[in-house]
């Protein structure tokens, strides 16, 4: 029982026990119901997910891949976060028609705008596959040999599982390769635009107040899912139709309280919370300062140009919040592992886990997995550095590079695959390259060049940089780079992608930004990659193992929840302030009276829109209001991560609550360890986004298709004598 306290320290901590874990939809059923009824749930494990018939999970969509959103009404109206639907606002928007700033509404179906690309995918089901992915695969084969033969496998389970043809198989690990699931899912192509709140009211503090508790954002915006006339998933047409969901999600108008229950239910994209006390010594001392360092020197170039440049405002708006996000989300996971000791407590876990070997006489199945780490982590750090600087430098941060690297791609196309390939990218990256360009500046971009390579040649390990870095000049670099590439527009770019593959080859290799990116990526893939992919693959390897021995040798109860894959789950807990420090304690939900304590007129983050200080002056509330007061976001105990952004958080009864988009500052580092004394996640009070739908936008046809409802006054009535 020692380890297992250890191991998953909430359990001591009673308060917070059965918190924490981003767990499987289909396998609820058992010690989480048990733990989710202790804290108040009145559903069950299949109100949640269910095969047979319509449960939570079909009305909880991926949006785009990346966030999760949900479903509304039994028109296929989705809720998501603003920042979800934050590209498409501003895709959408022009100097005359700014929707970032002023917002958007439909008022009609017909004014709904539609958004190529952007998807929505439901889960059909479940199933546990690892036995058939397993199959043929032995302890003794080489690494190499069996992520082989899985992958072989998993091929075959996809082409031949059962799915209706407008539906897709995926297959998707958990336990670091110890156990397999199988999706059937199903994906929405023609999704519009609905509505929007101004920036001041769905971004709200912007950068300054982002990951950061007391929190005042209407972060929401909304979205409808069109079918065809069989109510499957279709490409845009105009002859689509709203889309008929199996579930939708009441709207509870009756807000929340401190310890009441809830459950958020999403897409989690990645955690990383069983990794080894060197690995999470690696992050916090050289990982996170190199990424924070590049972003640094980009981000205050970008910010001097947008706040001159009203323009360069909007173009480069969603792409500063991008980058910005993550750049400030290290810093406080940085803080929060120092703060929390989870370098300490995982050092701890790993002591005891290895007694715990020793006494089951299990030495020679796991007993090298720790000093194996230890050896892995030390000889991978260089190669982890150099990756890094490539990936935020080339991939990320550069607008130019990013682009000649596709180009590079190109040419690999054609080397490896032939012209007709080559063809079939080319045209797709000349149409795709428009719309990014309208968003490109090449000064805001030769600025962010200059900075970031001069950083590349500091701080990539010399062996591994391009020979012509050692003696380069970032600022000569530049000019020439900038005065001569075809790379700095749309146009001079699309010319030079004219003509058959040899020809552009030709050109390309004659462009100074093809070259530098050339140099950059040669030298990677020559030094850094192979390497590092290898060391990847062994650490992968003893993960699988690090993770096997811990199922194995913890008690039956232990709470070992899988990493987050970007697959659903559900996270429970309740709704809790928290103390960040000596003295002080956050309450746990916030109002409107907080937005006009921040309001700063023209502020670009901390603004009011007039109609809101109006609504607020009158308390004009309407059935949003309680007591006096209009709540804006609360926090709770639920496990999240990015992806999780827009999740609905749902009550008891399985009513909408509130809408996920945040953490605090002090819990951020609960990718690698949960703190169930600080991390917390935030949400908007539906409650919010209702009132800015109605009061603010008087969008009553949105009002009109939803079905609110008052669960906690219902009881009150029938239980009037308690
Ligand atoms: N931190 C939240 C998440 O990781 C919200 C990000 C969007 N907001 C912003 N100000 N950039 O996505
Ligand atoms: N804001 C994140 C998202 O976009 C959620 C989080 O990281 O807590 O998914």
């Not at 002023?102 to 958004?115: H, T």
Request: one cysteine or more.
């Amino acid at each position: 029982m020692k380890l297992l306290r250890l191991l998953f320290i909430f359990l001591s901590l009673p308060l917070f026990a059965q918190q924490g874990g981003m767990w499987i939809p289909s396998l609820l059923e058992g010690m989480n119901e048990t733990e989710m009824t202790n804290l108040g749930m009145k559903m069950t494990a299949k109100d949640i997910y269910d095969v047979n018939k319509a449960s939570l999970k079909d009305a909880v969509p991926h949006f785009n891949g990346g966030c999760t959103s949900e479903v509304i009404s039994n028109q296929g109206l989705l809720l998501t976060n603003h920042h979800c639907g934050y590209s498409q606002i501003q895709s959408h928007s022009t100097l005359e028609h700014d929707y970032l700033q002023n917002g958007f509404w439909a008022m009609n179906l017909k004014d709904e705008l539609p958004n190529p690309g952007v998807t929505a995918t439901f889960i059909v089901k479940i199933e546990d596959v690892t036995t058939q992915v397993m199959s043929g695969v032995s302890e003794a084969m080489p690494e190499a040999d069996k992520q082989k033969k899985i992958e072989e496998n998993i091929a075959n389970i996809v082409q031949t599982s059962p799915k209706e043809a407008w539906q897709e198989n995926r297959v998707r690990t958990f336990y670091e390769g110890n156990q397999y699931m199988l999706f059937v899912v199903e994906t929405f192509k023609d999704i519009r635009l609905v509505g929007a709140p101004p920036s001041s009211i769905g971004k709200f503090g912007s950068d300054t107040d982002n990951w950061i508790w007391p929190r005042h954002t209407g972060d929401f915006s909304l979205f409808r899912i069109y079918a065809d006339k069989n109510n499957r998933p279709a490409e845009y047409s105009e002859d689509n139709v709203p889309y008929t969901p199996k579930h939708f999600l009441p709207i509870s108008l009756d807000g929340v309280a401190e310890n009441d229950f809830t459950l958020v239910f999403g897409y989690p994209g990645t955690t990383d919370e069983y990794l080894p006390s060197v690995a999470i010594e690696q992050v916090i001392n050289t990982i996170n300062p190199a990424r924070i360092a590049i972003r640094d020197a980009a981000l205050a170039i970008q910010d001097k140009y947008m706040r001159a440049d009203p323009q360069i405002k909007i173009q480069y708006a969603s792409k500063y919040a991008r980058i910005a996000n993550y750049w400030k989300k290290w810093q406080g996971e940085t803080l929060g592992l120092t703060k929390s000791n989870a370098v300490g407590i995982k050092k701890q876990q790993e002591s005891q886990l290895t007694s715990q070997i020793n006494k089951k006489g299990k030495q020679q199945e796991y007993g090298q997995l720790l000093p194996q780490f230890e050896t892995y982590y030390k000889e991978i750090e260089p190669y982890a550095l150099a990756r890094e600087y490539f990936l935020e430098t080339v991939i990320r941060n550069v607008e130019l590079l990013r682009t000649a690297y596709q180009a590079y791609q190109l040419k690999q196309v054609y080397e490896n695959r032939g012209a007709q390939s080559f063809n079939d990218r080319r045209n797709n990256m000349v149409d795709r390259l428009e719309g990014e360009y309208k968003n490109y500046s090449k000064q805001v971009d030769k600025e962010v060049f200059e900075a970031l390579i001069a950083l590349y040649a500091e701080g990539v390990p010399q062996q591994f940089l391009p020979a012509s870095f050692k003696t380069m000049n970032a600022q000569q670099l530049t000019e020439n780079v900038y005065k001569n590439s075809a790379f700095v527009d749309y146009v001079s770019l699309k010319n030079l992608l004219e003509g058959d593959a040899e020809t552009v080859i030709a050109k390309l290799d004659n462009d100074p930004g093809f070259q530098i990116v050339k140099e950059m990526a040669d030298a990677y893939f020559e030094k850094v990659a192979p390497k590092y992919e290898q060391l990847e693959l062994n650490i992968s390897g003893l993960e699988r193992d690090y993770m096997k021995a811990l199922l194995e040798l913890s008690p039956k109860d232990a709470r070992i929840f899988p990493n987050a894959n970007s697959t659903l789950r559900v996270t429970y807990g309740k709704v809790a302030g928290y103390s960040p420090a000596d003295a002080i304690y956050f309450e746990p939900v916030t109002h409107l009276e907080g937005v006009m304590q921040k309001y700063v007129p023209g502020d670009y983050e901390f603004d009011v829109p007039q109609k809101l200080i109006d609504l607020y002056r009158t308390k004009d509330y309407g059935p949003y209001g309680e007591n006096g007061k209009m709540a804006i976001n609360f926090i709770g105990t639920n496990h999240t991560t990015g992806g999780n952004s827009g999740s609905p958080a749902i009550d008891a009864e399985g009513n909408l609550i509130g809408l996920n988009f945040d953490r605090v500052w002090e819990g951020t580092m609960s990718d690698y360890y949960y703190d169930p004394a600080l991390s917390r996640n935030i949400m908007v009070d539906v409650r919010y986004v209702l009132f800015i739908i109605d009061k603010y936008a008087g969008a009553k046809n949105l009002i009109n298709e939803l079905k609110l409802v008052h669960p906690k006054k219902e009881k009150g009535k029938s239980k009037k004598k308690k």
